[in-house]
């Protein structure tokens, strides 16, 4: 989304603040704007996209065009925009990809400078700056470009090897060197004449710190710009043997659209409290944010690296109490419950779906096996077998039913692997068959199969509060107020695990005869603790070790991950109108959107103002289509007639929980194709920071400024 003007080089907002008008959604018109504001990049993308995303200021229009009234500029339905100035090539910094400026522009725009440092001002003397450090700066800026490029095209500067060899083009950054070269980049040139190489493997790491920096200070920018945020953060990725955990930020933007944002990777490194706080140092002394104005945060580590995260969570609450622990939009709840586990029975479970969905993932051939043998295994049973079929579609093993569908598939798919395993008629390699093996030796592990059925048990209480947590406005605010009958049932079953596990012991002990899996405790328990076979009984054993842990594990989660003032914030949602159409009969609870009431306008008309909100949508005309999402709320053209509302619904918007609009996870869905793309030996934190930004503007003028900071000797050297 565009919060400024789409004409390159234009002030609004900066010297002179402008209304901003939406690209029209008539695509000839869209066009006609397209060409007058010169922005070729903008040629291809649809008139809904412009319509969406960017917008044109006043100032480029006439002003008979612009009709006002007392709140609103307007433009008229035939506008068009005929007002600009001429752009200085000199000045911009934007990158312009697979273009090299030609040696006479190059010359031209050397010569302006030179001119303007040739006229003589009364404060200072021999102001002129060396043509030196005028072509040490174009190199510069030759050297970002091409690495910006790479970083976009997600394509590593260097092979992997990393190696010099004696002349240019022995990595993917020397060979476009080389290539713009070739093309006339005469400050290039020059360089490789005098040094015989363009960039040093030292200087190159320089450069993507530089970039890192400068994309940290765009983001920064605009997150403070909009004021309060959320932090996410996700699985550990390791880049160069090391771990490091990935960070987004959540923000609504200038325009009311929720944004998500890639702030980079923080080392995961130093244990409990001295993690967190090298974790809080980053980001306030390094990268800048304001952590008062965080309002929410949101963890998807898993196994044993959740106790640090929750030790940082736990620090980050301490300090900064408004910044409320929840659930992510983009994590089935239940999944979340699992995976935070670190029980060895249920670390089995969530490490064997990963196997199977890997397994299963890479071949359609494999996947139709499976479907084979389910119809074998369901043969008087078509509809629960095209049911499961298309359930095995569907990436099941990270969805809220996923332990349900799990059981109802666990024999078929025994059956399924051990066929591949086989390989009678050699149709797989010997690595799929190898797989095979190790998820077939899973699958009869009785300490799995316990596992899984007290977690299928378990979560079942849980799985319809995971469903409506990930649907709309009116099934999240549905979900809050429903978290107490979950307690309930789990407090039950909590009382009586006795029973519970007893019924869950005999399903796990059925399911394992029917496999042909021994009922035994773990191997490394009774090695640990020197005891013979027979030394525990293993119903004695899982309920102490997996029933009674699983349980009270889940309460103690969801205790934390809907704490009173979460709670509060999500009951907020009765502020949507379809919710207040839904609940017409009672008006959205006062208290609950007083846990706002110090990031308001004005917390004195909060009553009034809420009352008036009710009013409006709860009495509304006949046919008056009421908007569904939180998302359209904030785009409702009156909304700024309700100050404290619409601060409150923005609020609301950047809770982790709340899933994001389609358009504004870009960045985690790159963040995820980076993962999926890039060989392991590639992955670099500067070269995922430029592509998955891709997206920011990148002032190359800007960046050789930080670079010159960063590095004041750099440029003398090399005189």
């Known amino acids: 989304m565009q919060n400024h003007c789409a004409v390159p080089n234009c002030t609004s907002g900066i010297s002179d603040p402008q209304p901003l008008f939406r690209f029209p959604n008539d695509p000839e018109r869209s066009k006609k704007w397209v060409e007058q504001c010169q922005r070729e990049d903008l040629a291809d993308k649809s008139p809904e996209y412009l319509y969406r995303y960017y917008r044109l ?131 290039l040139k020059k360089r490789y004449d005098e040094n015989k190489e363009c960039c040093s493997s030292e200087m190159l790491n320089q450069l993507m710190e530089v970039c890192e920096k400068y994309i940290h200070s765009k983001l920064l920018e605009e997150v403070k710009l909009n004021g309060f945020f959320s932090l996410l953060t996700d699985d550990l990725v390791q880049i160069s043997g090391e771990w490091f955990l990935p960070v987004f930020l959540s923000y609504v933007d200038q325009s009311n659209i929720q944004q998500e944002k890639f702030a980079g990777f923080l080392p995961f490194e130093g244990d409990g409290e001295v993690f967190a706080e090298k974790m809080l140092s980053e980001m306030t002394d390094k990268w800048g944010l304001d952590m008062k104005q965080c309002r929410g945060q949101a963890h998807s580590c898993s196994g044993t690296h959740s106790c640090k995260i929750k030790t940082f969570a736990a620090k980050l609450t301490e300090k900064y109490p408004m910044a409320v622990l929840s659930l992510r939009s983009t994590r089935a709840l239940n999944m979340s419950l699992a995976n935070s586990m670190t029980l060895s029975g249920v670390q089995l479970v969530m490490s064997t779906f990963k196997k199977i969905d890997s397994f299963f993932g890479q071949s359609h051939f494999l996947q139709l096996e499976l479907e084979h043998a389910i119809s074998i295994f369901y043969p008087d049973k078509e509809d629960k077998a095209k049911e499961l079929k298309e359930l095995c579609k569907a990436g099941w093993t990270k969805q809220n039913n996923a332990f349900e569908v799990a059981v109802e598939i666990l ?156 709670l509060k914030a999500l009951r907020c949602l009765s502020l949507v109108p379809a919710v207040i159409e839904h609940y017409k009969s009672t008006e959205p609870e006062e208290d609950c959107v007083q846990v706002f009431k110090d990031d308001i306008p004005n917390a004195g008309t909060l009553s009034t103002e809420l009352h008036c909100w009710w009013v409006k949508w709860s009495k509304r005309g006949k046919g008056e289509i009421l908007p569904t999402s939180l998302q359209e709320a904030l785009q409702l053209a009156d909304v700024k007639f309700f100050p404290n509302m619409l601060s409150i619904m923005r609020l609301i918007a950047i809770l982790p929980a709340l899933a994001v609009e389609e358009d504004s996870d870009v960045a985690y869905k790159h963040f995820q194709m980076y993962l999926a793309n890039t060989p392991d030996k590639f992955k670099s934190k500067g070269l995922a920071l430029l592509n998955i930004n891709s997206d920011v503007e990148f002032d190359l003028d800007a960046m050789v400024e930080l670079y010159m900071t960063a590095h004041p000797d750099k440029g003398k050297v090399s005189q």
């Open 57 to 187: 200021c006043g100032k480029h229009f006439e002003t008979s065009l612009i009709e006002k009234d007392a709140q609103n500029a307007v433009l008229k339905d035939d506008a068009l925009p005929t007002i600009f100035d001429t752009p200085s090539p000199s000045k911009t910094g934007q990158v312009k990809r697979g273009k090299v400026l030609a040696k006479e522009e190059e010359t031209q725009s050397r010569g302006r400078k030179k001119m303007k440092k040739s006229q003589p001002e009364p404060a200072k003397e021999d102001v002129q700056k060396p043509p030196e450090e005028d072509e040490y700066k174009q190199y510069l800026k030759s050297l970002f470009e091409v690495l910006v490029l790479l970083g976009e095209q997600s394509i590593p500067p260097t092979g992997p090897g990393e190696s010099k060899q004696d002349g240019p083009g022995s990595s993917n950054f020397e060979a476009l060197l080389e290539y713009r070269m070739n093309c006339g980049d005469e400050a």
């Open 411 to 566: 024999e078929p798919m025994l059956l399924c692997v051990d066929s591949v395993h086989d390989n009678e008629d050699m149709r797989w390699s010997d690595e799929v068959a190898h797989n095979a093996l190790e998820i077939s030796k899973a699958l009869t592990d009785f300490e799995f199969i316990m596992a899984l059925i007290v977690l299928k048990n378990v979560l079942t209480l849980t799985r319809a509060l995971g469903k409506n947590m990930q649907g709309k406005a009116k099934d999240v605010h549905f979900a809050a107020t429903s978290l107490k009958a979950v307690h309930h049932s789990l407090k039950e079953v909590s009382d009586n695990i006795d029973v519970y596990h007893e019924f869950w012991n005999d399903e796990a002990v059925n399911i394992a005869a029917a496999m042909e899996a021994p009922v035994r405790v773990p191997r490394f328990f009774l090695r640990k603790h020197q005891l013979g076979a027979g030394a525990v009984r293993p119903e004695s054993y899982y309920k102490e070790h997996l029933s009674v842990p699983v349980v009270n594990h889940v309460i103690r989660e969801l205790n934390e991950l809907f704490s009173e003032n979460h």
